[in-house]
């Protein structure tokens, strides 16, 4: 009886009571998490990982739970933990991959906070995946799961997988008529073990296959193809360059458009020459010397009047300046509107010519195509101890994207001495701006495909010393080249999955225009 005292208060617990086998381990809490990233659209991978979840889900008793997790770039819980077994197959069944990247470390932490509030029970997870490298980079030596939770790892990678990708593609934005055939590169690489040899890399252009070469690839290493591309016509072109099918299609294929031009045509408007001492002086010169230069490159026509050029001249120019212009008469003004709103492009500069209130008047206004107000006319042009500069550039802008590189040109040596201040109109953004935040160069767009620059300082050297640094001609050039490419949007490349705003422009009704977003979806 004394022994039986003594049992009694030590108060023991014993295996087959109910409430001991779950708190020990007998109920199992398991996460799978089901990688739906890029990769595992190999040929037959998501199949199989997909069966792998389905065993797991078979080697679990009804009274388990289970949650699943599908993952990619975020982690996406389709079924919380404690989900009906068929509910979690009938999310199998359907589930798709991603063209998003890996990111292992989401989808570990998301099913670590499932799992962390669960009181009895094993914890698990497992990880269904193709185990790419890539999916581990944004782990760190902190990141780990709670100590009670057991992790296990399903590679379904394929064997010895085979697979090669364009993966950049560099297409000349315009193909002028006339000159030296321009070159379009697409570079390919090998993800395999193997190395390749003649692989075929075939251009098509509107529809048909313009050239094709091989390529020998060693293993993970790259290989350009380099193709040829005139054009006898001016219009805009679709294109795209494709690889062989392999495990992995969706990366065989790059999409492109361009644009065929005989030259591109550029009128300045300038006022008449100027006496200094015993020169004679325009705001066009520096300007012409540089679009004369690099015609190699780029054939641009270049021609100057004194006065807008009648509405049938205007429709063959690509490029209108108006370099530091005084005034303009109704009928000229009504003539830039027209011309820009059929899509031309504009640039306005201004110098000492220019009075504050006289573009706004005769191109401002409800028009609105203008892309600033001007204030007025700062800094002394004779003193050149005191000057601005160019500090803030928005080098993702296609007329910057050339100089976003290091050594690829300095905006910021440039000495402004003079300068107008402005304020931006509606729908107009500031890409360029001096160190004291006043605006150096405003865009907006106006009508169907017209754009308009405004540059707050001079195009020659009264104000400033732009002319005479290395950035001149190239940024020149690339203004010029981005308001003659009407046809082509801002933002030359997309990748699946981006958003591309769509305007759409007044109907035969006289209904506002709208504009709205449509998606990138994979072909």
Not at 119 to 128: A, D, F, H, R, S
Not at 196 to 207: A, H, K, P, T, Y
Not at 396 to 404: D, L, Q, R, T
Request: aromatic share 8%; net charge negative; proline share 5%.
């Amino acid at each position: 009886m004394l022994a039986l005292l003594g049992l009694a208060f030590a108060r023991p617990f014993f295996a087959d009571n109910p409430e001991f086998t779950q708190k020990t381990g007998g109920k199992r809490n398991a996460v799978i998490i089901l990688d739906t990233s890029y990769s595992m659209q190999y040929e037959g991978v998501l199949e199989t990982a997909k069966k792998e979840a389905a065993e797991i889900l078979a080697g679990l008793d009804a009274s388990d739970a289970a949650g699943l997790i599908l993952s990619s770039d975020n982690a996406r819980v389709v079924a919380p933990l404690g989900s009906e077994f068929a509910h979690i197959r009938a999310a199998l069944d359907t589930a798709e991959t991603s063209n998003e990247h890996t990111d292992y470390l989401d989808a570990m932490q998301t099913a670590d906070e499932i799992l962390q509030p669960i009181p009895i029970g094993e914890k698990q997870v497992y990880l269904i995946a193709d185990m790419q490298k890539r999916g581990w980079e944004n782990f760190i030596e902190t990141d780990k799961l709670s100590p009670d939770i057991q992790i296990h790892f399903v590679d379904v990678r394929a064997e010895k997988p085979q697979n090669y990708a364009i993966t950049q593609i560099s297409v000349p934005p315009v193909v002028l008529k006339e000159q030296k055939a321009s070159q379009l590169v697409a570079r390919v690489r090998n993800f395999g073990d193997e190395p390749v040899e003649n692989l075929q890399v075939r251009l098509f252009i509107d529809g048909n296959v313009i050239d094709s070469v091989e390529l020998d690839i060693e293993p993970d290493d790259l290989a350009d193809a380099v193709f040829k591309v005139e054009f006898q016509d001016e219009a805009t072109h679709t294109g795209w360059v494709e690889l062989p099918e392999d495990g992995l299609g969706i990366d065989n294929k790059r999409y492109f458009t361009l644009q065929s031009l005989q030259s591109i045509k550029v009128h300045a408007v300038r006022e008449e020459p100027r006496t200094r001492g015993r020169y004679e002086t325009v705001e066009t010169f520096f300007m012409k010397k540089a679009l004369a230069s690099g015609s190699d490159a780029v054939q641009i026509d270049f021609a100057e009047s004194v006065s807008v050029p009648n509405a049938s001249t205007l429709a063959s120019v690509d490029v209108l300046i108006l370099a530091d212009v005084a005034e303009l008469s109704s009928g000229e003004a009504a003539r830039v509107k027209a011309y820009v709103a059929a899509g031309g492009g504009l640039i306005v500069t201004v110098g000492n010519n220019i009075g504050a209130d006289t573009y706004k008047q005769q191109l401002g206004g409800e028009t609105g195509l203008m892309p600033c107000d001007f204030v007025q006319a700062v800094g002394d042009a004779l003193d050149r101890e005191q000057f601005r500069v160019l500090a803030t550039v928005k080098y993702e802008h296609p007329i910057f994207v050339p100089f976003k590189e290091p050594n690829h040109g300095d905006f910021g040596k440039a000495r402004f001495y003079r300068i107008f201040q402005a304020v931006p109109t509606k729908d107009a953004t500031v890409i360029a701006a001096y160190d004291d935040g006043s605006p150096a160069l405003f865009e907006k767009p106006y009508g169907t495909l017209g754009r308009v620059l405004c540059f707050t300082s001079t195009i020659d050297r009264e104000w400033n010393d732009l002319p005479i640094r290395a950035v001149y001609l190239p940024f020149l050039h690339e203004s010029i080249k981005y308001l003659a490419l009407k046809d082509v949007d801002a933002a030359p490349n997309y990748r699946v999955g981006d958003s591309v705003e769509l305007k759409v422009s007044d109907d035969e009704n006289g209904d506002a225009a709208r504009s709205g977003e449509i998606a990138v979806f994979n072909p």
